[in-house]
């Protein structure tokens, strides 16, 4: 029987900048693009051509399109196909993520500020969307998003897709799984003077989650930490809410400690009193976000 521990053997590949110095091209970048738009199809080399530069010189697009085959393009009896690699590429390219800049004015998002009663604003700029108030600057959300999450023209429609896209991060850091490259996390307690976001020092723990292969870190509230609880879902769902589906930085006792007592930091343990309605759903946090859910 094999080891749990052991790591499957990995296929060492090109080198990262060998790798995007293949789709420096012109010619190769439209190649990626024209087989993104029908990527398992089989293209034939004819066809190909065609979408990129029918003018283009057979020789020298067999030349771009062979120096692309095996590391973000396969072919076989069918024609071109896009390798797993090459549609990951494709998909950054239509996001904007590498080639676009946008930028969105704040806009009042409809939410008050629990700190200082302020409207909060939502504004993207740099590849960042922050939820921030300008009236005490705490920061709701700060999320790296690429050019198309703007680019409707939307609000509205935009912070629905960003609460769903958090809401996606934020399930993936409470199972101690990385979002980026899907390796295991390391998560602990931390207090909130101890992190350096703004507005930090108005909470009194965090649950912090770092990445030891891509490098990617996260605090969130207990609050958000147990959004997806089965207990906190179970429990709104019995009074007809669908916590699922409202904007998180519209749920007060998630993105405040306000009904959160920390009983003790060594080891951690922290009590959450959620309400809703006449009752209220009390949940007892441990350093191995384990939960024990009382209702009353």
Request: aromatic residues 8%; hydrophobic residues 35%; contains cysteine.
């Amino acid at each position: 029987m094999a080891d749990d521990d052991s790591s499957p053997p990995v296929e060492a590949g090109p080198d990262p900048e060998d790798a995007f110095a293949l789709v420096g091209n012109e010619t190769r970048a439209a190649i990626l693009r024209a087989l993104g738009e029908r990527p398992h199809e089989g293209v034939s080399f004819s066809e190909l051509r065609e979408a990129v530069d029918p003018a283009i010189d057979s020789g020298q697009f067999n030349y771009h399109l062979s120096q692309l085959t095996d590391q973000f393009v396969d072919r076989d009896e069918d024609g071109y196909t896009m390798r797993a690699e090459g549609l990951a590429l494709y998909r950054l390219i239509r996001a904007g993520t590498v080639n676009r800049r946008a930028s969105v004015e704040p806009f009042e998002v409809g939410l008050d500020c629990y700190f200082c009663g302020a409207p909060v604003e939502g504004e993207y700029e740099d590849g960042t969307f922050e939820l921030r108030c300008p009236g005490c600057e705490h920061v709701y959300a700060h999320t790296q998003l690429p050019p198309s999450t703007v680019e409707t023209g939307d609000t509205g429609d935009l912070l629905e897709r960003v609460d769903q896209y958090n809401r996606h991060e934020m399930l993936a850091y409470a199972r101690e799984i990385c979002p980026t490259c899907v390796s295991p996390l390391e998560t602990e307690f931390v207090p909130g003077e101890d992190v350096w976001s703004e507005g930090s020092e108005r909470f009194d723990v965090f649950v912090a989650s770092e990445c030891d292969h891509c490098g990617a870190n996260h605090y969130m509230s207990v609050g958000l930490a147990v959004l997806y609880r089965p207990e906190v879902v179970a429990f709104f769902h019995d009074h007809g809410v669908d916590v699922t589906s409202r904007p998180h930085w519209e749920i007060e006792w998630a993105m405040t400690d306000e009904r959160l007592t920390v009983r003790s930091t060594d080891p951690w343990e922290v009590a959450l009193s959620i309400p809703c309605e006449d009752e209220r759903l009390e949940l007892v946090v441990d350093d191995d976000l384990s939960v024990e859910a009382t209702r009353s």
